[in-house]
């Protein structure tokens, strides 16, 4: 199957700094890639649908300055939390579906850790 | 608007017996369907998905489940329950509007005692 590598596994900063999450598909391009985030022992919320080449598409609630979303290529999107706070201390995860291809599964990432100090 | 409920936000079952995991969706149109499973501080795997051909869908490590339209229910079930699968499971459904937004369930946190 096709495979999602997200980077890094687990990260701790410091409140105020800046971190950088990749989301690479490795065997396959993904037009479009989704970024999760999820609450210890809740569900996945969307919050961000990455798309190639153009703006990023949020969620109601998820604020843009805050989640910086980069879609340079077709097998990378990268998620920079900006001013990280404790609050923003949550389990990230992304998704990519096989370019072109609607209504199939999604392929996610291992999941990044954040954990602000 | 897709959504899905899953009843019960744990599980337990003994090991060797009979795992159903309940899901119950909502959509005005045909939906598609999934289930992922993740394990502590992973990512999520898929399970199996239903994209309107056979009701009975069969997926990996033993699981299947069967769409009901009739009941609005896409439950997961396996015969015989194993300690590996001890984990977070979750049901899914593609959002209308394509891009394959997925909406997910709260999930059931499934238990195997020996």
């Known amino acids: 199957g096709a495979v999602v590598s997200q980077h890094p596994s687990w990260v701790i900063c410091k409140s105020g700094t800046s971190v950088k999450i990749e989301c690479r598909s490795l065997d396959f391009q993904a037009t479009t890639m989704f970024w999760y985030r999820q609450f210890p022992k809740q569900s996945l919320m969307l919050m961000a649908t990455?798309?190639?080449?153009?703006?990023?598409?949020?969620e109601q609630g998820v604020e843009k300055d805050k989640f910086l979303i980069n879609h340079a290529s077709l097998t990378l999107s990268t998620l920079t939390v900006t001013s990280a706070h404790p609050e923003d201390s949550s389990f990230y995860i992304c998704?990519?579906?096989?370019?072109?291809?609607?209504?199939?599964?999604?392929?996610f990432g291992q999941g990044t850790r954040l954990t602000v100090v | 608007a897709q959504s899905v409920t899953q009843l019960g936000s744990h599980v337990s079952v003994s090991e060797g017996a009979l795992v159903l995991l309940r899901c119950n969706y909502s959509?005005?149109?045909?939906?598609?369907l999934f289930w992922y499973v993740q394990y502590p501080n992973q990512g999520l795997q898929l399970l199996l998905k239903?994209?309107?051909?056979?009701?009975l869908v069969k997926g990996i490590n033993g699981f299947e489940a069967e769409f009901k339209k009739s009941e609005t229910s896409f439950h997961l079930t396996k015969p015989s329950a194993h300690m590996s699968d001890a984990a977070e499971y979750f049901c899914a459904v593609i959002r209308s509007g394509g891009y394959n937004k997925l909406i997910f369930g709260a999930g059931t946190r499934l238990a195997v005692h020996p």
């Open positions: 959509s005005s149109v045909p939906p598609y």
């Open positions: 239903y994209t309107s051909a056979a009701t």
């Open positions: 990455s798309n190639e080449g153009s703006k990023a598409t949020y």
């Open positions: 998704s990519a579906s096989l370019a072109g291809r609607w209504n199939t599964e999604a392929f």
